[in-house]
């Protein structure tokens, strides 16, 4: 069995996309998906209990809830852990999956990471590209000492060592640090996952949200074309057009 560890709320754009990127994983293994939603009104009830055979969907809402300025993702990925280990036996958790709400997810995500996990403790994609498509920018990231948190995944072995990131601003970064290359996979297949940016709703808190990152343009979306083809029309919408090209201040919530 894997775990995938979701902490959502106030981003129904977001986790309606993250459901569809699910629903296609052709990963055939049992699945248990905890999503965590800490927003009114609840945008998670799209995500039935019958969401897929052999997958078993576990909500939770942790009071108190978010509110603007606050940064909830340790405690929320704590309730996860916590869910986790409440409910299944830690020999029976093959791998732990962070799966963030906004991010994009190929079919074989799963599938493949599932491939690299083999015996290491902590795995993950390198050199991650983020791409906003408010502003229809990106960048590779050029990590190469650690996986961007939305593409790792890890053992139960390596759970109390995941604890002790929580109250880091980096947990990913910080994760790696502590595995300090023991039982770690750092690899770069086919950019298994890409981190979205710029989608309507709740801010995200990491790097690549705002114009200010050095970031390449790609007004045609023929970047975004190239790493997910067909799926590049799920993000059309979502570009502010004119006020982008001639520089003006986006207010609105990204």
Not at 80 to 95: C, F, P, R, V
Not at 166 to 172: E, G, L, S, V
């Given at each position: 069995m894997i775990a995938l560890i979701t902490p959502t709320g106030g981003r129904a754009v977001q986790i309606k996309l993250c459901s569809t990127f699910m629903q296609r994983q052709t990963y055939t293994g049992k699945v248990v998906w905890i999503i965590i939603d800490d927003c009114m009104p609840r945008t998670t009830d799209i995500i039935p209990e019958n969401f897929r055979e052999n997958w078993t969907i576990i909500k939770s809402y942790p009071i108190p809830l978010w509110n603007p300025g606050l940064n909830t993702q340790g405690r929320n990925l704590s309730v996860?852990?916590?869910?986790?280990?409440?409910?299944?036996?830690?020999?029976?958790?093959?791998?732990v999956f962070i799966i963030e709400d906004d991010d994009y997810y190929r079919p074989v995500y799963l599938e493949r990471m599932m491939v690299q996990m083999n015996n290491f403790?902590?795995?993950?994609?390198?050199?991650?590209?983020?791409?906003?498509?408010?502003?229809?920018?990106?960048?590779?990231?050029?990590?190469?000492?650690?996986?961007?948190?939305?593409?790792?995944?890890?053992?139960?072995?390596?759970?109390?060592?995941?604890r002790e990131c929580?109250?880091?601003?980096?947990?990913?970064a910080h994760f790696f640090m502590l595995a300090a290359g023991?039982?770690?996979?750092?690899?770069?297949?086919?950019?298994?996952?890409?981190?979205?940016?710029g989608l309507p709703g709740r801010a995200g808190i990491g790097a690549g949200h705002g114009r200010a990152m050095n970031m390449r343009q790609d007004i045609n979306l023929?970047?975004?074309?190239?790493?997910?083809?067909?799926?590049?029309?799920?993000?059309?919408?979502?570009?502010?057009?004119?006020r982008v090209q001639r520089g003006y201040l986006n207010t609105r919530r990204r």
């Open positions: 996860g852990i916590n869910i986790l280990l409440q409910n299944y036996n830690e020999k029976d958790i093959e791998g403790r902590l795995i993950g994609e390198i050199n991650t590209i983020y791409y906003n498509v408010f502003y229809r920018r990106f960048f590779n990231n050029g990590n190469n000492c650690h996986a961007s948190l939305f593409q790792i995944a890890f053992s139960s072995e390596a759970i109390p060592m995941f929580f109250p880091a601003r980096f947990i990913d023991q039982g770690v996979n750092l690899f770069n297949e086919n950019t298994l996952s890409i981190g979205i940016k023929n970047y975004l074309n190239s790493l997910i083809g067909p799926d590049t029309a799920l993000y059309e919408g979502y570009f502010g057009g004119d």
